[in-house]
């Protein structure tokens, strides 16, 4: 069984748009956020840099990022 190597994905929320940073290249992602509750709010495929989040109402939320076995979740306030 071979070891996993750390992954360099991060994202930051500026404004509504959320930027995904260290992808690895040519892949895309796949976006998943979830309210508080734990209920699927937004879906993006196919995400290869930046995904803009309008349609989604002011709260917490929690944004999973997964691209093949990696797997990122970090928790952020849209306002």
Known sequence: LGLAKPSNVSMHLAGRALFITGLASKAAAKVDIFDMQGHLVFRAKDVKGN????????????????????????RIAIK
């Open 51 to 74: 995904i803009e989040l309008s349609s989604i109402p002011e709260g917490l939320y929690v944004v999973q990022i997964r691209q093949g076995v990696t797997r990122f979740t970090k």
